[in-house]
């Protein structure tokens, strides 16, 4: 269910795959980045599933979403017009 092709060997489907493919990290520069080419890719959406696991590290998680709500999010709906 992870693959665009369904013709990739499985061994493809490893951590470097998921992570240029089904995962989107990085700082806000890079998570704006390819949310954007999703976008283009895709055509809009409505929902953002957002998901941490920086739960051993709770002042770690609490900045991540900070970044989500106070940089990213606004950065994402400027470029795509979105009135906040």
Known sequence: MY???LDMPDSECNLDYLMTEQIIAGDVDEALRRLLALIKETGTFGTLVLMGYDWDDKDSWIYS???FAREL???LNK???AVP
Do not use: H, S
């Open 65 to 67: 979403m900070e970044l």
């Open 73 to 75: 999010m606004p950065a």
């Open 79 to 81: 470029a795509v017009g």
């Open 3 to 5: 693959k665009r092709d």
